[in-house]
Nanobody, 116 residues
Framework: QVQLVESGGGLVQPGGSLTVSCTAS????????MAWHRQAPGKERELVAQ???????TYADSAKGRFTISRDNAKNTVYLQMNSLKPEDTAVYYC??????????WGKGTLVTVSS
């Protein structure tokens, strides 16, 4: 059984920075494409950023230039560094591991609140 545990969420002021982390149990991390999604109150969950096993990254338009996704296979951890945060970035941020179209794992999420 694979478990994904997010951490690092919290309250940050507009314009500030925050890094959230997701650590995976088990030995599948290096085989998994990893992604961060987020869900704001009253909205659907949306993709923020993803990184392949080879390190190729893609970003949602809202994240380009402000967020950076990275992974450390030795630590089974994926990170999302968020800069220039805006109130509209407020959401629960979820980590996702994809091994195949049929094998996907989700974490329980970590809340990021951007407010003064």
């Amino acid at each position: 059984q694979v478990q994904l545990v997010e951490s690092g969420g919290g309250l940050v002021q507009p314009g500030g920075s925050l890094t959230v982390s997701c650590t995976a149990s088990g030995s599948i991390f290096a085989l998994s494409a990893m992604a961060w999604h987020r869900q704001a109150p009253g909205k659907e969950r949306e993709l923020v950023a993803q990184i392949t096993t080879g390190g190729t990254t893609t970003y949602a338009d809202s994240a380009k230039g402000r967020f950076t996704i990275s992974r450390d296979n030795a630590k089974n951890t994926v990170y999302l560094q968020m800069n220039s945060l805006k109130p509209e970035d407020t959401a629960v941020y979820y980590c996702k591991a994809t091994i195949s179209s049929a094998i996907v794992y989700w974490g329980k999420g970590t809340l990021v609140t951007v407010s003064s």
